[in-house]
């Protein structure tokens, strides 16, 4: 079982093998609860478990379709389109989009845009063709809050409440960012999960951490306990301590998290889709839980034979300050050889690999720095070796945002 270090936010990851969950700490050290923080971390966070191959298994997933406001085709992606107007919206809009209460028309999830009458994500391009300035253009505008303050319920203890439509938006546009960083397609979130999750992060909010359970496990004594909250915290990440969409920088990060980066590798899962996002604020040690179920993985959009994080070309800064990992459904993955290279002076950098456990997503590897620290405007080449389809060279260039 992993040790995860709570300081100041906290991580939990799930696996998901067939439909059984690997989760769980041995040993939990909570230190200063923190609030917000901005392009980064957040409060405390944990992840649903592995999942085969490409990262889906476990049970089912999705999120509620949430996305901007109308735009016209050829727009902002980010801020969605318009698919129909004037009467109502339909009880359900289509696959990847949402109701818009103001206009009553079915819109476009952020990063999906109208093409004849149906919602097609953007295509995220490729990572080594974009500018410093198109990345960190990316990175300050999807950083972004709409909603301050999303979060809406009685002020009962067990109501789980309900998220606004800004607050999805906000969380959707946050969890593909970091898809576009590393060239993936934007995913959508479904409804049902949303529901689900809403519960779940009630109960959540509330989990005595004194226990010597898995958050992912709730046993029926646990606050605002339900079934549906039991069933979402077993498919999803959890975090605590930040508003729903800063949760995902705190899932990127992955601090404390070392022997899995379970929470990363669900989010940069190629085929990851719907997701289920539930939040809950107002009591419990960190004052706010976050679900994201994470096992979806009917998404569209490209499936590369790896992802990095960083990722190649042009990256933000913060992201290159964190855990590097690779990912992908090479089998030599896990016991790959890992070099950097500094390419500005052509001096090789030492590096401490650190062994991940399988199943979450893709087979992935992480290391981390020894001796030397990332700075930006200079160019690191990786070289990822012992792959059993040969060795796979990139380039990391990162960019003070």
């Keep these: 079982m992993a040790t995860l270090r709570f300081a100041p936010w906290v991580l939990f990851g799930v696996t ?226 930040s508003g729903p969409a800063d949760s995902i920088d705190q899932f990127i990060e992955d601090s404390g998290n070392e022997t899995t980066m379970g929470h990363r590798r669900w989010i940069v899962n190629p085929p990851l889709g719907p997701v289920g996002i539930g939040y809950w604020e107002g009591g419990g040690m960190y004052g706010r839980a976050e679900c994201l179920a994470v096992f979806g993985s009917s998404g569209g959009g490209p499936n590369p034979p790896w992802v990095a994080v960083p990722n190649q070309g042009f990256t933000p800064l913060t992201v290159a300050q964190w855990t590097w990992t690779f990912h992908g459904s090479d089998g030599g993955i896990p016991n790959a050889t890992i070099t950097v290279l500094r390419v500005d002076d052509n001096t090789p950098l030492a590096v401490d690999v650190l062994e991940l456990s399988q199943g979450y997503g893709q087979n992935a590897i992480s290391w981390v720095p020894m001796g030397w620290t990332v700075q930006p405007d200079t160019t690191y080449r990786v070289t990822v070796s012992g792959l059993n389809g040969g060795d796979v060279t990139y380039e990391v260039t990162p960019v003070d945002c």
Aim: glycine share 18%; with cysteine.
């Design 16 to 241: 998901a093998a067939g439909c059984n969950l690997i989760t769980g700490a041995d040993e939990l050290t909570v230190e200063d609860g923190g609030g917000e923080t901005a392009q980064g971390a957040g409060t405390n966070t944990g992840a649903g478990g592995p999942g085969p191959g490409s990262g889906a298994g476990g049970p089912g997933s999705g999120g509620a379709a949430a996305s901007g406001g109308a735009a016209a085709q050829g727009g902002d992606p980010s801020s969605g389109g318009s698919t129909s107007s004037g009467p109502p919206c339909p009880s359900e809009c289509g696959p990847n989009e949402h109701c818009d209460v103001a206009t009553a028309t079915c819109l476009c999830d952020p990063n999906f845009v109208d093409q004849g009458g149906t919602c097609v994500g953007v295509a995220p391009g490729d990572p080594t063709q974009r500018t410093a300035a198109e990345v960190c253009d990316r990175w300050v505008m999807d950083h972004q809050i709409t909603d301050g303050d999303p979060f809406q319920s009685s002020g009962a203890q067990c109501d789980p409440g309900t998220l606004s439509q800004g607050g999805l938006n906000d969380t959707l546009t946050r969890i593909n960012l970091f898809r576009w960083l590393s060239g993936l397609g934007p995913t959508s979130d479904d409804p049902g999960l949303n529901a689900i999750n809403q519960q779940c992060a009630n109960l959540e909010a509330w989990w005595d951490f004194s226990q010597p359970v898995s958050p992912h496990s709730p046993p029926s004594s646990s606050m605002c306990y339900t079934a549906e909250a039991a069933q979402g915290a077993g498919m999803s990440n959890i975090a605590w301590g």
